[in-house]
């Protein structure tokens, strides 16, 4: 296999759905290989290697996950070469790619790059699905796999199910901005410490078994009663976990303000990371901010952003600006 072949390591860094390695000179009797890194289900491998061109190679670790669950990746990769030197120097990206990826001499892509010094490579993965191995269709693991994971049985599941959308003896009642739900008070006071608060005080909420949720929809409230009932959608999980993470925040609800947290991680864009860095230091979630830290400063893309950036700065807490300015310090400092 390439990855016994003589390398040395340099720096890896995975966010969202991009991986980063930075390694040394490169010679031309000398292939280099990435230290293993996360990605979905897999464990990956980024190698290279010179002759007249810079090869890249994207390969999983030959496990037994990689064996029984093989990769489709679509992807695109970017060369970039650091402290050479030379302004205006443009970084080298791939086409998109997708492919089946196995062993490392599955994917081989060269880089036409003339330069020496310090280089990057780095990877944006723009889906991940499990090749069936049935002849079904690919399945792709985003947004599923990331989202929450119920660990009742398909029975309770269902029963569930049908207290909820049926409403079987329900004894509450959410106002929401756009209409009216059904729900059960046990159900709501176990999974909250705020609704048990409610229901076990001489409050409105206990006389009159009615709840007001105005600042969500009928169709955010059902996805967050999904999640308390144990038979969320992962779909409407995923478009609706902005929503979830200020009602989780609110309600004191530990586990769904960690799910949507860790679901937010993983799909850090232009379009989004300034809004995710805002609600990451609103609801004090490390993980997601430190992502959106290293998405921008650490992988550069602070660049893609900086129409939006001024009036980010204008509007964002002031603390949050200056922590900003010292990162964008330490990563200038770095190169």
């Known amino acids: 296999m390439y990855r016994e072949r003589q390398r040395e390591m340099g720096e890896t860094k995975t966010v ?20 293993p890194f996360q990605m979905g289900l897999w464990t990956w491998y980024v190698a290279v ?14 496990n037994q996950i990689a064996k029984e669950q093989p990769p489709i990746a679509r992807f695109r990769i970017k060369v970039e070469a ?40 780095e990877v944006e993965f723009l889906d991940l699905k499990i090749c069936a191995t049935n002849g079904d269709e690919p399945t792709s693991i985003w947004p599923c796999s990331y989202g929450v994971k119920s660990h009742a049985s ?34 709501l006071a176990a999974s909250s410490p705020v609704f048990n608060s409610m229901f076990l005080h001489p409050l409105k909420e206990k006389e009159s078994s009615t709840i007001e949720l105005e600042d969500m929809s009928v169709d ?23 929503t979830l993470l200020g009602a989780a ?31 990451a230091w609103l609801y004090q979630l490390d993980d997601l901010k430190k992502a959106c830290m290293m998405y921008l400063f650490d992988f550069r893309k602070i660049y893609d952003v900086s129409d939006e950036i001024d009036i980010f ?15 964008v310090l330490g990563a200038w400092k770095v190169t």
């Open 82 to 121: 650091i402290n050479v030197g030379v302004e205006n120097l443009v970084p080298h990206v791939s086409p998109v790619h997708e492919r089946l990826l196995r062993t490392s001499e599955d994917f081989i892509w060269s880089a036409e790059f003339a330069y020496h010094g310090r280089f990057t490579v």
């Open 220 to 242: 955010s409230c059902m996805a967050l009663l999904g999640y308390l009932y144990g038979t969320s959608d992962e779909e409407d999980f995923w478009k609706h976990r902005v």
């Open 249 to 279: 925040n609110k309600y004191g609800i530990v586990d769904l303000k960690n799910s949507c947290e860790e679901s937010l991680t993983k799909d850090i864009n232009t379009e989004n990371v300034l809004d995710r860095l805002q609600e």
């Open 313 to 327: 700065f204008k509007q964002a807490d002031r603390e949050l600006v200056t922590k900003m300015f010292h990162e």
């Open 154 to 187: 398909q029975s309770s599941r269902q029963c569930f199910s049908r207290m909820l959308h049926e409403s079987i003896h329900a004894d509450v009642t959410i106002n929401t901005a756009d209409g009216v739900v059904k729900a059960h008070k046990a159900i």
């Open 16 to 35: 969202s759905r991009f991986a980063r390695w930075t390694f040394e000179a490169l010679s031309t009797s000398c292939p280099k290989q990435s230290e």
């Open 49 to 62: 290697e010179k002759d007249q061109t810079m090869y890249v190679r994207l390969f999983p670790e030959p």
